[in-house]
């Protein structure tokens, strides 16, 4: 399964995988149906999660709604450490997950906004860059796993920094390549696929982060938290929700 899911990763276009397999996965749950695991997104259990990823990682994606360990920590932060969930929020999500859009739309307390450049799932079109929103427009804002696709991401993160009312926040997370280093580091100059996969981690990136990331966004107007929530929960919990023990939730605030 782990060779099978990361050639499909790699061959199939993002629009397509975004539009049809959660249909093909749901079939593939019945296969995986079982209680050792629980999803924090949608509520399922399964006896393992699937694998996922170019290097597939084991027992990370959620058969039910394609959430991965990273969702299933985020879900879990908003849930006890913000009023995600019962404050009145005007939500920006720029390239929506899919395990999240039927959960957010269905919030009476919110008034959910998705936006992409590409993405079918987003509603609005929308280069990052210049973000078609006047200034304080939003409490929250929710930007994951985009940064280091954009040309600029400086000018990105000071777009979401621009759109959010004083006093908002937002969720802004990238992939890390350990052994991490301690600048972020960009050759526009590098164009091949295979060689942008060897240097950045992904074909499709065109940055590898580093230790300056918190910085970065300070740098565009945030205040920054660095939270480790993930490790304020037991070592029975991350084993359940099958989550990442070493993704740090970055924190955005807007004084």
Known sequence: MKYIISFLIRKIPRKTLQL????????VAIFYIGSNVECSVCGKSFRKFLPYGRVARSNALCPNCLSLERHRLMYLFLQQKTGFFKDQIRLLHVAPEICFIDKFEALENIDYITADIESPLAKVKMDIHDIPFDENSFEVAFCNHVMEHVDDDIKAMSELHRVLKPGGWAIIQIPFFPPIPETTFEDWSITDKKEREKVFGQDDHVRLYG?????????????????????????????????????????CKKN
Do not use: C
Request: charged share 35%; hydrophobic share 40%.
């Open 20 to 27: 049809f397999s959660h249909w093909v996965l749901k079939i």
């Open 211 to 251: 230790k300056d990331y918190a910085d970065r966004l300070r740098s565009a107007g945030f205040e920054v938290d660095e939270n480790d929530f993930v490790q304020t929960l037991t070592e029975d919990d991350q084993k359940k929700f099958a989550l990442p023990t070493d993704e740090v939730i970055f924190l």
